[in-house]
């Protein structure tokens, strides 16, 4: 069984916490490690996940395995185009790594089978992990002898932010085996159902036989491609042609970009479950949210006496039912009820818990003005570390940057601005046009504009720096990079 883990995605729900170049899936939303990395842990050991992100968050998606110790293969989508294509991307892999096993003087099995694949998402909680487990063992059986799985989520209450699934419980699936009781406790699909109203919803609960759709699936490589060449052979043939031409980058595998631009844009259950007849729903009751809202967060986080969720530098008095987020600052909420409070460096949201779902207007209204809030926070992270920007004034900026042990940013020069590096602790390592030499803690240098540098941290610990641009124009694309070994351009 292979894991197949979509880490794409925006979450804007969770402004602003949750950005563009920083989404949720990699943030630490409900303990120390990030979604992505709560996603992996669940699964118990495995030998090898497959990621599937935007190229954006390649650096992000490797750093967060390299620190858990997990072996993982990283897609590069060139362009968002949705779950079809992107569980086609992985399952066209999978099959073509059995193809070479059995070609291979290690395994010549012409009945070797087509891997099982499970395919979850990177953002979502499960409170019982065992009880997940417990499905996805259950699952492989009916995986094997060929169905197409979805695990529908037990609900407890009526909801409208999620689409159903209906399953026709009066016709649980023939048992038999060794997965007899696995195969007993699913049932044939009925139909998908987008989101419904309170009044639908309600109605949904009580009938028995609706579940949560929970958009997590387990099936064989060769079934999915199969039913997806039968419903949808536009988006099978265009995610052929991007695999036909596949390169390989550090840990990450690339995609032909042209051939997956051109790609429809679809998701797995219009383009496959919705139409195949061998969809199968199997119920799971773990404690499942996917986060979709800050409301949503608030729901499954311990609460004090007053059902307040306080998290970071926080006081409250005479407030109840409230979610308060402080990153970097003390903030005080007093004599309020219901509330979203949610304060970063750069940008503080303040909401109606029962309006968090707006939240979205908010962030089309930034974003549409130009702003910068909504694509990237304070703090920037790259494959080499980190900066912040503490300070940004018409003809300067002042960065604390933070570069990893053995970590080397690229070969570059600025038509713009000239920088002056104030070393805080650690050593670093500077080329500066001709000569390259050591600058340790409380020294500097200058970096005039046009000169060619490179900064280097050949030491054991982390390297900072405070950086001081000057010039009329600070942005980021006044970067000339000559040389990157992140293979950036």
């Known amino acids: 069984m ?13 402004w602003p916490l949750s950005r ?22 669940r699964l118990g050991a495995v030998d090898q996940v497959s990621l599937i992100c935007n190229e954006e968050h390649r650096f992000l998606a ?45 395994r010549k099995d012409d009945e070797q089978q087509s891997p099982i694949l499970l395919v979850l998402a990177a953002d979502h909680v499960i409170e019982d992990e065992a009880a997940f487990r417990d499905a996805i063992a259950k699952a492989q059986p009916l995986a094997q002898e060929g169905c197409l799985v979805t695990f529908g989520i037990v609900p407890t209450h009526p909801e409208t932010g999620y689409g159903y699934i209906k399953a026709e419980v009066n016709q649980p699936m023939p048992a038999g085996g060794e997965g007899q009781d696995a195969l007993s406790e699913a049932f044939p699909v009925s139909a998908f159902v987008e989101k419904p109203d309170l009044e639908t919803a309600e109605s949904y609960l009580a009938e028995d036989g609706y579940y949560w759709n929970s958009g997590m699936f387990m099936f064989r490589a060769d079934r999915y491609l199969e039913e997806l060449g039968k419903f949808r052979p536009d988006i099978l043939e265009a995610c052929q042609k991007a695999m036909a031409d596949t ?34 729903v199997l119920p799971l009751d773990a404690g499942w949210s996917d986060v979709g809202s800050w409301a949503a967060l608030w729901e499954i986080k311990a609460k004090d006496g007053r059902g307040n969720v306080l998290d970071g530098d926080v006081i409250a008095h005479d407030t109840s039912d409230s979610f308060v987020m402080s990153s970097n600052r003390l903030v005080t909420i007093l004599g309020v009820d219901n509330l979203i409070v949610v304060d970063t460096p750069d940008a503080l949201l303040v909401a109606d818990k029962n309006k968090i779902q707006d939240v979205k207007k908010i962030v089309a209204e930034i974003k549409g003005a130009g702003r910068n809030e909504t694509f990237q ?26 570069v990893k042990p053995g970590a080397r940013l690229s070969v570059q020069k600025h038509h713009h601005r000239a920088e002056h590096w104030i070393v805080v ?29 490179c900064l280097e941290n050949p030491g054991k610990v982390e390297l900072e720096l405070i950086e001081i641009q000057s010039g009329s124009y600070l942005g980021e694309d006044d970067i000339v990079r000559l040389e990157d070994q992140y293979g950036r351009a």
């Open 2 to 14: 292979i894991p197949v883990i979509m880490a794409g995605g925006s979450g804007t729900r969770l």
């Open 20 to 41: 563009t170049q920083y989404p949720k899936q990699f943030l630490q939303l409900n303990s120390n490690l990030s979604m992505l990395q709560e996603t992996v842990k």
């Open 62 to 106: 490797a750093e967060q395995m390299r620190v858990m110790n997990q072996p993982c293969s990283v897609f590069l989508e060139p362009v968002g185009r949705n779950t079809a294509p992107a569980i086609a991307l992985a399952a066209l892999q999978a099959e073509s790594e059995v193809r070479s096993l059995r070609l291979s003087d290690v």
């Open 247 to 280: 390169s390989a980058d550090m840990d990450f595998v690339r995609v032909n970009s042209a051939a997956f631009e051109a790609c429809p844009d679809e998701s797995v259950d219009y383009a496959v479950m919705e139409k195949t007849d061998r969809a199968v």
């Open 377 to 402: 926070h304070r703090e920037v992270y790259r494959p080499w570390g980190k900066y912040d920007s503490i300070d940004l004034g018409d003809r300067y900026q002042v960065k604390r940057i933070t």
């Open 425 to 453: 602790s650690g050593t670093a390592r500077v080329t500066k046009g001709e000569e390259t030499f050591l600058v340790t803690e409380n020294q500097s240098t200058y970096i005039p504009l046009g000169e060619i540098h």
